[in-house]
């Protein structure tokens, strides 16, 4: 399906962005295509441990300006 660059770079999104990994892995759970449900499994994981690392920066952000 998609090339090994192509993955590591959507990962790199869930990690940055939970919430695009989120809706990524809410498509791809519904797919039947078994590597698409790897993949979504893969990044509803890599979206949700960044979650608090996101909530944290932010506020961190927030406070500081």
Not at 39 to 59: D, E, H, R, W
């Amino acid at each position: 399906m998609k090339s090994r660059h192509d993955r590591i770079l959507l990962y790199i999104v869930c990690l940055l962005f939970p919430f695009i990994g989120v809706l990524l892995a809410l498509i791809w759970l519904g797919e039947k295509d078994l590597e698409k449900k790897k993949m979504g499994k893969i990044c509803l994981l890599m979206a949700l441990a960044s979650f608090p690392f996101y909530i944290v920066f932010t506020n961190i952000i927030s406070i500081s300006t």
